[in-house]
């Protein structure tokens, strides 16, 4: 399938919540010739993790990584919210990564995507020191999780590639903002670039 097909019609195809502004941008940041690496934590049903690997797989270099273990109890951690605890709670997953991995194949893009079918705390240590270009931060939005993603992976990523955080406006208990503290620590790092929609915001390493 075609990036532009993807964004047409593919995309409605996919489980997840990726806007097609999202997946374009990703796919355009890829597109640059010092790209050559990317990771996503949090895969779900892949649409934006899908952009990744056609960016690579078009201009014929490069590898993007997908993290997500695809169980209710992990979903479930920490979580507080009562409507969220529900619907991640009866969520069937198994369908869910069983439908990712056959659209990988129907998509063309499995010389151009890895998959770890584990937590994140679990992979970090995997993944060399600034290697990665670009990195998507979208796993399990609690405060705790969230924070620890952006502490383990912000080493893993080069001086000037990006980072998309997402859901910058997540609440999990009251109004209080789970994300915030991760996307706080990132800005001491980084530089914000611009956001995309109301909740991913594209962060620069420096």
């Known amino acids: 399938m075609l990036f532009s097909e993807y964004l047409q019609s593919g995309l409605s195809m996919v489980q997840g919540w990726c806007s097609p502004e999202k997946a374009k941008r990703l796919y355009e940041i890829l597109l640059q010739p010092e790209c050559r690496s990317s990771v ?9 993790l899908f952009p990744q690997a056609m960016a690579f797989r078009d201009k014929k270099n490069g590898l993007a ?7 209710n109890a992990s979903c479930l951690e920490d979580m507080e919210n009562a409507a969220n605890k529900n619907w991640w709670g009866n969520l069937d997953l198994e369908n869910v990564y069983l439908d990712f991995m056959n659209k990988v194949k129907s998509f063309g893009v499995h010389n151009n995507l890895k998959v770890y079918r584990k937590k994140s705390s679990e992979i ?15 796993g399990n939005h609690c405060e705790r999780l969230a924070y ?30 789970s994300t915030r503290k991760g996307l706080d620590f990132l800005l001491k790092s ?17």
């Open 40 to 48: 996503e934590i949090g895969v779900f049903g892949g649409s934006s």
């Open 65 to 71: 990584i997908g993290i997500d273990p695809w169980t």
């Open 124 to 138: 970090h240590h995997k993944i060399e020191p600034e290697s990665v270009d670009l990195l998507h931060i979208d």
């Open 148 to 177: 620890e993603d952006s502490v383990n992976y912000l080493p893993k990523v080069r001086r000037g590639g990006y980072i998309f955080f997402d859901d910058i406006m997540w609440t999990e208990s009251g109004d209080k903002l």
């Open 190 to 206: 980084c530089d914000e670039v611009e956001l995309v929609g109301n909740d991913c915001m594209i962060l620069r390493k420096r």
